[in-house]
């Protein structure tokens, strides 16, 4: 069988990757799977100190979930935030045999916090205080916006890429 192929979604908090990755996933082949860090948190105890050691630790796993998905031959999109530069070369490490490409998901910045307002799940200020520093310096292969693109012209953009990947 032949190796799946990857797309990694990064941005700030409440950018839409979350809801992209799964409109991907609904529009590409069944064997697409949608792979996030978000998914591993439940797995954490409530008692875990937050730090980077576990960010990276997770990061490090939802990275290798996605290439062991990939070498089984499917493909995958993943939602993340590569909160430090370490995340990007993990994702690079990580992914260094499979087609890849990367996608900045971004978005206005007033739109963010009125999402993140609106979730009630994340803390207030998280999306401003990583709108600046999560895209890093780094030739994406896509961006989309989602406060000026509609989640069907993203989505079907980002299909398009994992499809020529």
Known sequence: MAAGRVVVLNGPSSAGKTTLAHAVRQTVPATTLVVSIDQLMPSVAPTQPRGWALFAALTEATFAAAAAFADAGYDVVVDTVFERAECLATAKAMLARHEHALVAVTCAIDVLEARERQRGDRR????????????????YDLVVD????????CTERVAALLRRC
């Open 124 to 139: 207030l200020g998280q999306a401003r205080g990583q709108v600046d520093r999560v895209l890093h310096d780094v030739r």
């Open 146 to 153: 989602t406060s000026v693109s509609s989640l069907d012209e």
